[in-house]
Each structure stands twice: as structure tokens, then as C-alpha cells.
T-cell receptor, first 115, second 117 residues
Framework: KAGVTQTPRYLIKTRGQQVTLSCSPI?????VSWYQQTPGQGLQFLFE???????NKGNFPGRFSGRQFSNSRSEMNVSTLELGDSALYLC??????????????FGPGTRLTVL | AQTVTQSQPEMSVQEAETVTLSCTYD???????LFWYKQPPSRQMILVIR??????QNATENRFSVNFQKAAKSFSLKISDSQLGDAAMYFC??????????????FGKGITLSVRP
């Protein structure tokens, strides 16, 4: 069974641009969560999508948005990029949302560099 | 809001020896999950072990075991017979089990473990 895939793996953008990152969960998984990882702030929760609905959102500005498609693939978008958005963006998938027995599986991440 | 604290940024262990990684957390909830995740240099985050707060028995997975002290809000990870492949960053994480809870994980800052041959 294929794992969580994220594309692209590396991305370089300039300030003010926007970017879209993609996450394909493990087949059959319907929950996708996104995290931002930086050396200073560590791992911070961005949002979670389950069955095309946003279930929870972290404390990030409105420039960060996401969506989920009917096949459970998810995208996150960052508009008007700032230098501080440079980070590793991880997505994680699980069968359902908040299940007691569910395990979240992480993708390899997308490394975003903003110049 | 829940917080997770890993106060040791780095640790080192000799191959084949035992090492304990510390984690404390703060929550007003009584029901939750705790996890240890491993992130090797390849960056792929891997679940090492999980603990349900309602279970008194400490979780064990092969060479990995936890010491869960609910009253003290402490959750340490013990790695026995350390191997070179254990070298990685380890994150302690919390997840609520409240009604309507989702999959959000709250992570500590992580600890970098190096293994000396």
C-alpha cells in the first residue's frame, strides 16, 4: 500500500507570490492534517480536513487555506508569501478523524523556501 | 490549551545502552492520547509508541517503552539496546480524546538523539 505522498518535495518562491501544496493520503484514509515545521516554532498544526470539511484550524493567518477533494486528496494554499513562511510542510492522513484506534501516517513533507 | 514540553534539546547514547527521553505536558482534560514520534534525517515522521491516558499500564513496543505518570503529567520514552538507526529527532505529542475531538496533534519542540558507535 502506497504511503502518504506530497508534491512537490521542494519549492522556491519569492515574497508576495502564492503557492499550492498537495497531499495524497493513503488509500482509504479520509482525514488529512497539515503541519508547519520550522526550527524556531517547531511543529504547528495548520488544519484538518475530513470528508471534504475542515474540522479544525490552527492559529495561522487567513493567508493559509486548504481544501479537500472527494478522493480525499488535499491541497493547502499560502497567499502573499512572507519570508517567515519558509518551512517544511507536513501532511498526515488517517482513516477517520479523532478515532481512538487510528494512527496518523505522515508524508515526507514539502520544503518551501521563500526568498 | 494543551502544551507539551521537551526540555532537553539534545541527548547522546552509546550503542547498545539505554536512554530515556523526557516529556511533560499540561492539560485540563482527563482523557487524551500521548505519542512519541521519530523523525530521522530523511524527515519522514514515524510513530514510535502511543499511550492512552485511561490505561494505567505503560505501553511497550519492542525496545521502546514509556513511563507514563498521569498525576505528574510526565511521559518519558525509554529506548533499550540503542542502535545506530535510532539516531533521529524525537517528538512527544498530545491528542485530545474529548467528544468531537479531531486528529490535531500538539507537539513538543523535539529532542535530537545521537547514537555513538
Amino acid at each position: 500500500k502506497a504511503g502518504v505522498t506530497q508534491t512537490p518535495r521542494y519549492l522556491i518562491k519569492t515574497r508576495g507570490q502564492q503557492v499550492t501544496l498537495s497531499c495524497s493520503p493513503i488509500s482509504g484514509h479520509r482525514s488529512v492534517s497539515w503541519y508547519q515545521q520550522t526550527p524556531g516554532q517547531g511543529l504547528q498544526f495548520l488544519f484538518e480536513y475530513f470528508s471534504e470539511t475542515q474540522r479544525n484550524k490552527g492559529n495561522f493567518p487567513g493567508r493559509f487555506s486548504g481544501r479537500q477533494f472527494s478522493n480525499s486528496r488535499s491541497e493547502m494554499n499560502v497567499s502573499t508569501l512572507e519570508l517567515g513562511d519558509s518551512a517544511l510542510y507536513l501532511c498526515a492522513s488517517s482513516l477517520v478523524s479523532g478515532s481512538s484506534t487510528d494512527t496518523q501516517y505522515f508524508g515526507p513533507g514539502t520544503r518551501l523556501t521563500v526568498l | 490549551a494543551q502544551t507539551v514540553t521537551q526540555s532537553q534539546p539534545e541527548m547522546s547514547v552509546q550503542e547498545a545502552e539505554t536512554v530515556t527521553l523526557s516529556c511533560t505536558y499540561d492539560t485540563s482534560e482527563s482523557d487524551y492520547y500521548l505519542f512519541w514520534y521519530k523523525q530521522p534525517p530523511s524527515r519522514q515522521m514515524i510513530l514510535v509508541i502511543r499511550q492512552e491516558a485511561y490505561k494505567q499500564q505503560n505501553a511497550t513496543e519492542n525496545r521502546f517503552s514509556v513511563n507514563f505518570q498521569k498525576a505528574a503529567k510526565s511521559f518519558s520514552l525509554k529506548i533499550s539496546d540503542s542502535q545506530l538507526g535510532d539516531a533521529a529527532m524525537y517528538f512527544c505529542a498530545y491528542r485530545s480524546r474529548a467528544m468531537g475531538a479531531n486528529s490535531k496533534l500538539t507537539f513538543g519542540k523535539g529532542i535530537t538523539l545521537s547514537v555513538r558507535p
